[in-house]
């Protein structure tokens, strides 16, 4: 099992103690959000690079609409080049809302197929101009973005919604089945575990953890580390699930699961 974190920076001093702190923890991948409301994930994951030597470095992810395919070529190829080739390239085609985020930048949205052919040009751009290419990592969530995505992606995120249940992960990792023969590996992103969840999800969408567990939200853990690591085992097993994704909120609540994964690695 590979584990990623979702960090945002507060500050620089706080920002280079937190990535030092993940790689310390045992965190694989640091992973940061592209939104206008974040700090920029290029420049934030160069000053993380700079104060690390092994964990990996990744947008979480890109919205493909918001440059234009050189831009992120250009970026990529710097952070690959500073990162000593940690770079990992997370990118997708954009979530709804970050429609009024390309207005904002003088950038045109297009249609989902507009933007799906825009996301296969830009990785196809990466690949071909940059030395090393970074794994691509790509989010995906409706059967067409993950029947696109089967055909170019290293890694699927699978972008599920805060209610998605196991068996619709199981669905949506079927969908990516059909459409390759590549063993295509999955991350998975956690939104509670125990009694905890981020701000976002209680306060902005107004869950609460009760309510998940009801719908069976695949996305809430058992505050139980062992039950935690089973359910993330079998599903390392039966559909490829082998990252998980911890929001930076919930890093302490995870810590124990993530102790016994690095117990068992030993």
């Known amino acids: 099992m590979k584990f990623g974190i979702v960090v945002t920076p507060r500050s620089g001093a706080e920002w280079a103690s937190a990535a030092k702190d993940a790689e310390q923890r045992g965190y694989r991948t640091i992973l ?8 920029s994930p290029f420049p934030a994951l160069a000053a993380a690079a700079a104060v690390t030597s092994t964990v990996r470095l990744r947008p979480n992810v890109l919205a493909v609409p918001l440059r234009t395919a ?3 070529v250009r970026e990529t190829a710097a952070l690959q080049l500073l990162s000593d080739g940690r770079f ?3 990118i997708g085609s954009g979530r709804p809302e970050a429609s009024s985020e390309a207005e904002r930048l003088g950038m045109p949205w297009g249609s989902a197929a507009e ?11 990466v690949r071909a101009q940059v030395d090393p290419p970074p794994p691509v990592v790509v989010a995906a969530s409706g ?26 992960l199981a669905d949506m990792v079927r969908v990516v089945r059909d ?21 976002w ?44 994704i911890i929001p930076g909120e919930l890093s302490e609540a995870f810590a124990p699961v993530l102790a016994r994964f690095a117990t068992a690695d030993h």
């Open 32 to 39: 940061l959000p592209d939104t206008l409301n974040t700090p």
């Open 88 to 90: 990992e390239l997370g």
């Open 179 to 199: 459409h390759t023969d590549r063993d295509i590996p999955f991350s998975h992103q956690l939104i509670g575990i125990g009694d905890r969840l981020p701000y």
């Open 143 to 168: 059967p067409r973005m993950l029947a696109a995505a089967a055909e170019f992606a290293d890694r699927i995120l699978l972008a599920a919604g805060p209610r998605v249940t196991e068996a619709e």
């Open 201 to 244: 999800t209680s306060t902005r969408l107004g869950l609460t953890i009760d309510e998940l567990r009801t719908a069976g939200a695949a996305g809430v853990l058992d505050a139980d580390p062992s039950a935690a690591a089973e359910v993330l085992e079998n599903r390392r097993e039966k559909y490829g699930i082998d990252e998980v």
């Open 70 to 72: 050189a831009a992120t």
């Open 115 to 125: 933007r799906r052919a825009q996301l296969a040009g830009t990785i196809a751009a």
